[in-house]
């Protein structure tokens, strides 16, 4: 090997406008002993009823099982494979317009990587998976220990919020540093589906405590319980840098009254972590006038050693003191929306 600590790194995340040949996996690229750093777009289409698919995944398994230098590793799948329309340059070229779908009863499977106990993994550093990903409980106990989950920093596992992964999980990631996930029940999105941590949102707290100091914490599309986790996120307070804690803005979301900081967490959480540069949160507006928490914006003031502070304001439909009331003229049609009058 001509250069022995070169790092490949590959990126294809927009594999579903490439064209012809470069939509395909390009093995050739993938199975290389250089790659550390793979990025990759996974084409899925879904079988019937239940989270069963024909994907790529069995063909990413057999790359990830070979790349033992493979340190980063960030999933997207796309639903659907692209279709090229018939016509003579189709015809002459029908190897170039594969992709890698065996499309037989056989072949349909969970949206996972399909580990089988015995498979290694090399020991990863940084993984994010989708939220469609499935995570039975077989196989996280076979991913569990397929790979060195000691050695995981960083850790994504999108907008689901899968109670069996915490569950399985606990304490496999002491030395986690950066974690992004959601809070919420949800609805079931099939018969049968796994529960969410929504049913269980103690196993989220359980998670949060086995790790020993959390850098960065990504907490989004909450429920109601989510109040549940402010001493759990405080734990990690002297070693936080990053907080995001926001509620969606999803239409399933925008009406619901969001989980807020009240100033006595928000006290603590300034007095306990002096290395906090950068926080999201929700602000809730009090009272019949809609006004600002005069309470939680003078901790906020306070908060003199942060560099980004980020507020998400529920703004309800009627007149507040952010705009005069709105009302739709049917003869003038669209007109634009009032000026806001913001102050605090």
């Not at 793979?38 to 995944?57: I, P, Q, W």
């Not at 398994?61 to 189709?90: A, D, N």
């Not at 999108?158 to 606990?170: A, D, R």
Request: aromatic fraction near 10%; hydrophobic fraction near 35%; charge should be negative.
């Amino acid at each position: 090997m001509c250069w022995p600590h070169v790092k490949l790194h590959v990126n294809n995340t927009r594999r579903d406008k490439a064209d012809d040949q470069e939509m395909n996996m390009d093995m050739r690229l993938l199975l290389s002993p250089l790659i550390y750093s793979l990025t990759y777009e996974v084409f899925y289409m879904y079988m019937g009823s239940g989270n069963v698919a024909h994907s790529e995944l069995p063909k990413l398994k057999e790359v990830l099982l070979k790349s033992q230098r493979l340190r980063i590793l960030k999933l997207g799948f796309h639903l659907g494979v692209p279709t090229y329309p018939p016509g003579p340059e189709r015809e002459r070229n029908k190897s170039t317009y594969k992709i890698g779908i065996t499309q037989s009863r056989e072949n349909i499977h969970p949206l996972n990587l399909l580990l089988q106990p015995g498979d290694k993994l090399p020991p990863l550093e940084e993984l994010h998976l989708p939220m469609q990903y499935n995570w039975s409980r077989e196989h996280c106990q076979i991913f569990r220990s397929s790979t060195d989950w000691t050695q995981i920093r960083r850790l994504d596992i999108g907008f689901g919020c899968p109670q069996i992964f915490f569950e399985e999980f606990q304490g496999q990631t002491p030395g986690l540093k950066s974690f992004h996930t959601s809070f919420r029940q949800g609805p079931k999105r099939w018969e049968g589906a796994p529960p969410t941590c929504g049913d269980n949102p103690g196993c989220v707290v359980s998670f949060f405590d086995a790790i020993d100091a959390l850098e960065e914490l990504h907490i989004s599309n909450h429920d109601n319980d989510a109040g549940i986790l402010f001493d759990a996120i405080l734990k990690h307070s002297q070693s936080l840098r990053k907080l995001q804690f926001f509620t969606s803005l999803d239409q399933e979301y925008r009406r619901k009254q969001p989980v807020v900081w009240g100033a006595e967490k928000l006290e603590q959480l300034r007095e306990q972590a002096p290395n906090l540069q950068d926080l999201g949160i929700d602000i809730g507006l009090v009272g019949e006038d809609h006004t600002w928490p005069t309470d939680t914006t003078a901790v906020l003031t306070r908060f003199s050693h942060l560099h980004t502070l980020r507020l998400a304001l529920h703004i309800p439909i009627a007149a507040n003191e952010f705009s005069v009331k709105y009302e739709y003229d049917p003869f003038e049609g669209d007109v634009s929306p009032p000026a806001l009058r913001i102050g605090l």
